[in-house]
């Protein structure tokens, strides 16, 4: 006969154990914290992931003239098919200091990168509007090969790009941590510094070879936060961040040319994901676990300056060795021309960006975890050269700094209140360019280890 007294006594601490092994068996990144003083507490995490890009885009111009209806929305034309793959490897390390705290690093390396412009369905060298406004010229331009025109329906392809675009450094902290109290969610914060420290993007139409860097040059700051909630079979988590440019290196493209230059930083990005993981295995005993995540993501990508799917072109046509059509002005208000380069880099209007990911999560064990994944993402169509004509100044006395003298609403020719960086030929109305039907494909394993 049993009484109730040993039942009783027995009952809290099977409970105990219970809420022990759910809490420390751990899936999804969004629920593990490095801290050395939890129960069974992990302080190094190494992670590994490997991610192969596939994005695609309908590069379409605006066209006014001849036939176009002034009381329709301005008519645009095909162009481009535009191709991009890259391959990524990026090694991770969170290393956790005390009571939930931790420092993250990670450097993500650019196996491969190439880029490609082919001609779009029913469209002809001949009555393409870039070729006919000088922007490519002949064939087009491989980098690859630049002594011989492209030939078939390709007209532009990039040199093979490699390096390390940044080194991302960060600390976290998670005021709540369902290892500690398994009533209470996962819930971190974190703040990244991604520092700019290879070659800069460049294209150079003369060597082309000699520019295979991937850095944009610019220092950003990113702000994160996520949440995740474990239960015996699901994990439900959320994720969050915003990012903006801080410092522009010297190296940079991102450099104010002054006069009435707008809008000339890189573009802020913000977005926030969300998912489900399912635990199809899950033995509380050994860590074994397999598991189906599902998720989504948006992001929104403010309007500024930034490598878009033509900036190479831009900057091929912008060469003054070359005497393209997009040879910028460097001093509007002195005579003649100061000619200075293009620097590919373009204004582009705001644009979403959202996806969906499935991925396939084991642990083998409480320390060692894989993933494979595959990622679909839209985004919704935006122009791509945008710049402002300039900055109308307001009317003050004759000298006054920051003035015009004459009381109008225009941006006055020859004056300071023009844009150096502003070229009508891609940045009026009716000749810009839009970034149209983008897709994105995203195939990618990850590797962790705690310790």
């Not at 420390?24 to 969004?30: E, F, K, S, V």
């Not at 991610?51 to 001849?66: F, K, L, N, Q």
């Not at 800069?200 to 991937?214: I, K, L, W």
């Not at 169509?381 to 945008?386: A, E, G, P, Q, T």
Request: with cysteine; charged share 20%.
């Amino acid at each position: 006969m049993i009484t109730s007294a040993p039942v009783l006594r027995t009952l809290p601490v099977t409970l105990v154990v219970a809420a022990t092994l759910v809490s420390t068996a751990r899936a999804n990144p969004a629920g593990v914290v490095p801290a050395p003083d939890t129960p069974g507490g992990n302080v190094v995490q190494f992670e590994a992931d490997y991610e192969y890009d596939i994005d695609s885009a309908r590069i379409t111009r605006e066209h006014v003239g001849p036939g176009a209806d002034p009381l329709q929305p301005v008519p645009v034309r095909n162009e481009f098919d535009y191709h991009h793959d890259r391959h990524l490897l990026t090694p991770k390390l969170e290393l956790g200091l005390t009571h939930d705290f931790f420092v993250t690093f990670a450097a993500p390396i650019i196996l491969a990168q190439s880029t490609e412009l082919d001609l779009a369905p029913g469209v002809t060298r001949a009555t393409s509007t870039t070729f006919a406004d000088g922007i490519l010229t002949g064939n087009g331009f491989d980098a690859r090969d630049p002594t011989t025109p492209p030939g078939g329906n390709l007209v532009f392809r990039d040199v093979n790009r490699t390096g390390i675009p940044e080194l991302r450094m960060g600390l976290g902290f998670a005021p709540m941590n369902q290892v500690r109290d398994g009533t209470k969610p996962t819930w971190k914060l974190g703040a990244e510094l991604h520092l700019s420290v290879g070659r800069v993007m460049r294209f150079d139409a003369e060597d082309p070879s000699a520019q295979t860097g991937v850095a944009t040059g610019v220092d950003e700051l990113k702000l994160w936060t996520s949440v995740d909630r474990r239960f015996n079979y699901f994990e439900g988590w959320f994720e969050a961040f915003y990012q903006t440019p801080i410092v522009n290196r010297d190296a940079s493209l991102f450099r104010d040319p002054g006069f009435g230059s707008t809008n000339i930083d890189m573009g802020q990005t913000a977005g926030a994901s969300f998912g489900l993981e399912t635990y199809l295995v899950n033995d509380p005993e050994t860590g074994n676990r397999v598991s189906i995540d599902l998720g989504s993501r948006i992001n929104a990508h403010f309007e500024g300056r930034g490598y878009t799917e033509m900036w190479q072109v831009f900057a091929l046509a912008g060469d003054t060795r070359r005497g393209g059509p997009l040879v910028l002005d460097a001093d509007p208000v002195t005579d003649g021309v100061q000619a200075m380069n293009y620097p590919g880099i373009s204004n582009y209007e705001s644009y979403l960006e959202t996806a969906a990911r499935l991925a396939i999560r084991a642990n083998l064990g409480r320390h060692v975890s894989f993933a494979a994944l595959g990622e679909l993402a839209w985004k919704t169509d935006h122009v791509i050269s945008f710049a402002d004509a300039g900055v109308d100044l307001p009317t003050c006395p004759t000298g006054a700094p920051k003035c015009e003298t004459d009381n109008n609403d225009l941006i006055n020719p020859g004056t300071k209140e023009v844009n150096p960086v502003a070229v009508k030929q891609i940045d009026l109305v009716g000749h810009r360019y839009l970034a149209t039907d983008s897709l994105g494909i995203v195939l990618g394993v990850e590797a962790r280890v705690l310790f």
